[in-house]
């Protein structure tokens, strides 16, 4: 049989790798990594440092495979997007199992943060087994999501106490505004700046884009007081690295704690 190891590797410090997911490294013949648009090279060139940094063998093999693109066509579904997305994501990972990795084999896929989080490789791999045709065994090793590092390095917890904190996307933000039965949220890919466009809510905002790498930036304050700011930070960041990655935690102002 073979095994297919899901390993979070934390959100950007190599550091954030946990000791379970060094023994995991440690323990795959072949690591499938997959990466895609402006970031590519930073975020596969981090993954080659850690196999190189923590597995204490050379007998491993990296296999780079171009992830597939999600559609971005004016009028298309996101929904109806993503979920071709993962189907093309499927058929690679597909040929990966199958043609690079023998019958008692251990591959690995390296993923960002934590795969829990905004990230399908565990529902493509759940599609694979549940067509039949492809079986193997596979475990999923957590990591430092992104949104843990945001929280550490602000030094702030996500929720109050007893009170629920919602995590959402930028364009559920937009489309729906801060979510009515939180008192705190983490918004991730947002690509829109949709903290920006809120109204009617006194919040604070916590903000960090390439939390955890050497290019991080951090701030925080009133959402009034410091939201142009973010935007115009945000945007020289991102177009002087040509891309970027950001979360960011809203918190109500004046909650009781
Ligand atoms: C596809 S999701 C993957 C999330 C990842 N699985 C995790 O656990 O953090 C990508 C989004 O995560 C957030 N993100 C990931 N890494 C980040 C980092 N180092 N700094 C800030 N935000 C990050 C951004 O909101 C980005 O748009």
Redesign the pocket.
């Known amino acids: 049989m073979k095994k297919i190891l899901i390993i979070?590797i934390g959100?950007?410090d190599p550091n954030y790798l946990t000791v379970q997911a060094i023994d995991a490294l440690n323990a795959a013949d072949v690591f499938f990594v997959m990466d895609k648009g402006p970031a590519k090279d930073k975020l596969v060139a981090l993954r080659k440092e850690i196999c190189a940094r923590f597995i204490k063998h050379d007998d491993y093999r990296i296999v780079e495979a171009t992830s597939p693109e999600r559609r971005r066509d004016e009028g298309l579904d996101y929904k109806e997007a993503v979920d071709e997305l993962n189907r093309d994501k499927q058929r690679v990972f597909e040929r990966l199992i199958e043609e690079e990795l023998s019958d008692g084999q251990c591959g690995a896929f390296l993923?960002?943060?934590?795969?829990?989080?905004?990230?399908s490789t565990i529902r493509i791999l759940d599609s694979i087994l549940a067509e039949g045709r492809l079986p193997f065994d596979f475990e999923v090793i957590p990591?430092?999501?992104?949104?843990q590092?945001?929280a550490a390095k602000h030094r702030v917890p996500l929720n109050f106490i007893g009170k629920p904190v919602s995590i959402t996307t930028?364009r559920r933000l937009a489309e729906d505004g801060f979510p009515q039965d939180a008192q705190s949220a983490v918004?991730?890919?947002?690509?829109q700046n949709a903290y920006a466009q809120l109204a009617g809510e006194e919040l604070d905002i916590y903000w960090?884009?390439?939390?955890?790498?050497p290019d991080?930036i951090l701030m925080s304050g009133r959402l009034e007081d410091v939201k142009d700011e973010i935007v115009r930070v945000r945007a020289e960041a991102r177009e002087a690295n040509g891309w970027i990655?950001?979360?960011y935690l809203l918190r109500k102002r004046g909650v009781k704690d």
Do not use: F, Q
């Not at 993923?111 to 990230?119: A, C, E, F, T």
């Not at 960090?208 to 790498?213: C, L, N, S």
């Open positions: 979070g959100a950007g993923v960002w943060g934590d795969p829990s989080l905004y990230d990591g430092i999501s992104s949104v590092a945001l930028g918004v991730m890919l947002d690509a960090g884009a390439y939390v955890g790498t991080e990655m950001d979360t």
